[in-house]
Nanobody, 123 residues
Framework: QVQLVESGGGLVQAGGSLRLSCAAS????????MGWFRQAPGKERQVVTA????????HYADSVKGRFTISRDNAKNTVYLQMNSLKPEDTAVYYC????????????????WGQGTQVTVSS
């Protein structure tokens, strides 16, 4: 069974930064797209950012462009999400996920999910 474990979430003041990590175990996903998603209370889970298998191509939701950066280290089976200039509206549970495809930007293309990590941004 594949396991994805997020870490790095927490409470931060507006304007601050956090770095989330997603470590894969059980299997490696060096050939698969990875993504970060978030879900706020009462809202649907939405894509935040995605990265292709090699890390050469990325996608960002408009709301996080210029503030968030996704990266991956395939040798460590780890994906990162650097979040800068955080805003209260960024508050959500953040999930990492792995796709069966090499490139994927929608939730329907992801099949392996982590348990989520809470990010809370105070005003």
């Amino acid at each position: 069974q594949v396991q994805l474990v997020e870490s790095g979430g927490g409470l931060v003041q507006a304007g601050g930064s956090l770095r989330l990590s997603c470590a894969a175990s059980g299997r490696t996903f060096s050939s698969n797209a990875m993504g970060w998603f978030r879900q706020a209370p009462g809202k649907e889970r939405q894509v935040v950012t995605a990265i292709n298998w090699s890390g050469s191509s990325t996608h960002y939701a408009d709301s996080v462009k210029g503030r968030f950066t996704i990266s991956r280290d395939n040798a460590k089976n780890t994906v990162y999400l650097q979040m800068n200039s955080l805003k209260p509206e960024d508050t959500a549970v953040y999930y990492c996920a792995a796709s069966e495809f090499s490139v994927a930007t929608s939730t329907s293309e992801y099949v392996y999910w982590g348990q989520g990590t809470q990010v809370t941004v105070s005003s």
